[in-house]
């Protein structure tokens, strides 16, 4: 399992456990990814990560057109051994979306279930942003020319 | 948007390469992938000899540690074809900064207009509103001969109303390709400065 | 089977004293395919551990090399869930207070759950 800020994993280790999952990855609603458990290679992360938000936000457009102001929250694609579960929702930190892979030890019913939990723990545990963030200070904009220039060559 | 860790001071932003088919966004992330070097380009899929994907040519990008904050910036180039739009939607919902990729040839002017309504489209917020993000310009195949190109003054009074700016790219010499992306990271890391209350 | 006709089937559950819900739940997925239940019961999160609990409990019955599960009674302190094997991967499933007539409850269900296809 790897998250990328602490506060996530055990709110994650919870939904695998529960649900039963095989594979969960968490990722911003551009793809960007937040925690994943279950893969072995990156390139697939990112291509699931990718290929997951797209799904969604596809889907967004087609609740758009048939049912405008409705929030088609969850995607379910049923195989023959597994199950893809999809799902967005709001968090501190913006949209989040979450997939979820599970087999016949678990159900549509029970990831729905635990996901509803997940969901309410990361609105629950995420930190609230800082108000006045120390982020960039004087000669921010030097420093990063200074290092442009010897990055890319630029003159 | 882009992603700001206060704990582990680090700062991650978005640039997306949009425009219409082969004007050369591809190539142009091609030309920086070759310049920048391996090891500050953690994580790119090129590294780990992925094949070119159609779709999504992604580069990150580590800019370095500036004023203790380590920087990256993922640069993002999508197909053009209209069975990716949603992808490219996707991406603009998140981007941090745009590079306008536009073909200089003569020919190409609407296909250029088409592109960059197609972006403005792709960038309405909920409330109806075109997201103001910064961008540059960076009309490719200025090494083509002049008969068949606009030169960038016209290409600006055209395609450029904001006066962004912008670049004529050669991109078989490499020319100008990574002063356009210089440019943008400054603009974008200026917005973020500015909308952090900070001054720089 | 029409929409009206389940819910006349659950109405005689629900119409015994105490049972709070009557729930059709496909097994499989663990979702309501159909339900009677007061407002405030989360019957989705019913359906989907029910579900699971006759799953396993089957599992178990079938390792042991015993039959099919038929009916299944957890007994709690503040309530009873009692499922009912339906037809089809369906099942019967009704959540009860714990003074409910359990033996009527069981008969009931017993009765009512092939009726479900």
Redesign the interface.
Known sequence: MRVL?PWLREPLADLVRESAARVVLVM?????VIAQHGFTR??DV?AAA?LG??IL??TA?LADLIAPGDDFGAVVHQGGAQGVWLAGFDTPR?RWVTLVVFGRESSVGLVRMFFDRFASGVRRLAPAP?A??????????????D???A????G | ?A????DART?RA?LVLVGPRDAGSSSLLRTVRD??PAD?RP?D?AR?G?TADPL?D?LP?D??T????R?RV?CYAVSSRTSYD??R???L??ADGLMLVLDSQAGRLEDNLAALRAVQEQLLDRDGRVRDLPQVCCYTKQDLPEELILQPAALDATLNPRGAPSFAVRAVAGENV??S??AL??LV??R??AA????? | MSADRWSALLAEVTGIAGVRAAVVVAAEDGLVVHEAAMDELPTDDLAALASSVVRRAGELLAALGNDRLRLCTLVAERGTVVAAQGAQGLWLVALADPDTELGRLRLQLGDLAPEFA
Do not use: C, K, Y
Not at chain 1, 132 to 145: V, Y
Not at chain 2, 66 to 69: D, E, F, L
Not at chain 2, 196 to 200: D, Y
């Open positions: 800020e911003t609603a551009s793809g960007q990156s390139l990112m990718a938000a797209g936000a596809t457009e913006g800082t006045t963030p120390e982020l960039l200070a004087e000669g921010f904009e030097r420093e990063l020319d290092s442009l220039r990055l890319f060559g630029t | 948007m992603r700001i860790d206060q700062l978005t310049r920048v500050r994580g899929p780990a992925a999504l992604w990008i800019l370095g500036i004023t203790g904050w920087v993922d949603t992808t939607r996707l991406l919902q998140e990574l002063e992306l210089h990271v400054t890391m200026r973020l400065v952090n209350g900070n001054s720089a």
